[in-house]
């Protein structure tokens, strides 16, 4: 039961960054849906 959870949040699509559709790691939420490298190019 407990690994039918696992392998269904490991079969979720990963995010991808609107710039580059490169895929973003979950753990950025808070900078919405652009990659570190989007957002550090905005930053310069
Ligand atoms: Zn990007």
Known sequence: M???IL???RNLPAKQCVE???P???QH???G???D???GV???
Do not use: G, T, V
Request: one cysteine or more; charged letters at 35%.
């Open 7 to 9: 392998d269904f949040f």
């Open 20 to 22: 580059c559709k490169k």
């Open 24 to 26: 973003i790691a979950e």
């Open 33 to 35: 849906n652009k990659c």
């Open 37 to 39: 490298h989007c957002l």
């Open 42 to 44: 905005k930053d310069i």
């Open 2 to 4: 407990i690994q039918n």
């Open 29 to 31: 939420e808070c900078y």
